[in-house]
């Protein structure tokens, strides 16, 4: 980590430190094996991220939250990325479009899902409309003063039965230069609404026990209070977070690059071929080398995107140039650890293809890496007119 940190900062390392290794590491491999974290260890993990001022750290202190800034939420998501988003997403962090909420969904929505009573899914993708989210079939319909609600939703990750969702939907057409473009609204929706079916969908090898959610909805019909922010300007809501829960993900995927590479020196400098430790081999011992540099780059860049991200300066691009090297950093790491350890590495009784299973996923949620690389071009050419 590069940051450099103040007396505070450091106590909330060694206190993020210690819950992983101490509370969220000992589960992972039966977590893993499972697929499933029992609700009883969820609850614990849930009160032990309470009692550290952990839970709902990224929400102002104005709404009950942490009030943490930004250096302080890449020190927990770094450390958080070493471990296993089944284990570390009970210690939430309420998603900040909930901010939204005006006075109303504040008490039904925000305020319990800071306290822990309620949780919420983020839910945009579709079956039919993933990168291209602006296919997306789900649609809302106006009746009196009521909208109904029809379409279905994939993909839609959480560690727990949600209590509600944030569903986007069209709700009709506006007309732009570019032609016609959907009018895309965010929709508060409560598991339990009439025509709202909601269950865990296929299993991923990635973070095994985070589920997938598969939502359908059928003529839900929903009062006007339940659109978050305006009607028409749902997708201007999750931009104006999405960047930064990019920045995140390449927080969290230098965290993990790090547990890897301690693994990598560890069997690197312990594992005897040909009466050597095999890192001795300059084939390997250069693998752990790229690891190192390619781990301080990332974290060098994370860095720098959260300092322009408090002075008000960070892009689209800039967002996206963080989720596409840190993610492919974390990949070679990973696929370069297992290589190192040669055979075991694919065993089931270490850790190694865990984290190499689950460094995979990371390239493809919250924008695929194509899809950022699309962004960076985009940003590129624009300004030439192109
Ligand atoms: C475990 C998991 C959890 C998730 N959690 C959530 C969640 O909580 N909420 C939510 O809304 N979504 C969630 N997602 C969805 C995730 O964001 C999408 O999977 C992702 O955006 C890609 O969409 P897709 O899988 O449909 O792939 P597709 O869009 O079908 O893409 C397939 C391939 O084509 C490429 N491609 C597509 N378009 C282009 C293009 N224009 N140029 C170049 N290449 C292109 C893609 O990069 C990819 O390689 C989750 C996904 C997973 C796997």
Request: charged share 30%; proline share 3%; with cysteine.
């Amino acid at each position: 980590m590069l940051m450099n940190k103040n007396h505070e900062k450091e106590l909330l390392e060694n206190t993020v430190k210690r819950f992983v290794e101490e509370e969220l590491y000992p589960h992972e491999e039966t977590v893993d094996k499972n697929g499933e974290v029992p609700l009883e260890l969820g609850r614990q993990i849930e009160k032990k991220s309470k009692d550290l001022g952990l839970f709902a750290a990224n929400l102002p202190i104005e709404v009950g939250g942490g009030g943490l800034d930004y250096e302080s939420m890449l020190l927990i998501e770094r450390e958080y990325g070493k471990t296993s988003h089944a284990l570390h997403a009970w210690a939430a962090r309420p998603t900040e479009i909930l901010l939204a909420c005006n006075e109303e969904q504040k008490k039904r929505y925000l305020d319990p899902c800071v306290t822990g009573e309620k949780r919420e899914l983020f839910a945009l993708t579709e079956p039919e409309a993933g990168s291209d989210i602006m296919s997306m079939k789900t649609h809302a319909k106006k009746d009196g003063n009521d909208w109904i609600l029809n379409g279905s939703k994939h993909f839609i990750s959480g560690p727990v039965m949600p209590d509600f969702a944030i569903v986007f939907a069209s709700t009709g057409e506006d007309e732009t230069p570019r032609g016609k473009r959907k009018r895309i609204t965010a929709f508060l929706v409560d598991v339990g609404e009439n025509g709202f079916e909601i269950g865990i969908g296929t299993k991923c090898v990635s973070y095994r026990g985070y589920h997938a959610f598969r939502l359908n909805f059928s003529d839900v019909r929903l009062g006007p209070n339940q659109i978050l922010g305006e009607e028409g300007k749902g997708l201007e809501l999750s931009g104006k977070w999405l960047g930064m829960g990019r920045i995140w993900v390449g927080a969290s995927c230098c965290g993990k690059a790090e547990r890897l590479f301690e693994l990598a020196k560890d069997w690197a400098s312990t594992r005897k071929q040909f009466g050597q430790p095999i890192g001795k081999f300059q084939a390997t011992g250069f693998k752990l080398a790229d690891i190192a540099i390619e781990l301080r780059a990332a974290d060098l860049m994370v860095n720098d995107a959260v300092r322009r991200a408090n002075e008000g300066k960070m892009s689209d691009a800039d967002a996206a140039m963080v989720k596409v090297y840190c993610s492919e950093m974390l990949n070679r790491a990973a696929d370069n650890t297992l290589q190192l350890y040669g055979g075991m590495g694919l065993m089931e009784e270490l850790p190694i293809q865990r984290l190499w299973r689950d460094s995979r996923l990371e390239r493809i949620w919250d924008g695929t890496s194509e899809i950022q690389r699309h962004i960076i071009t985009r940003s590129i050419l624009r300004p030439l007119g192109a």
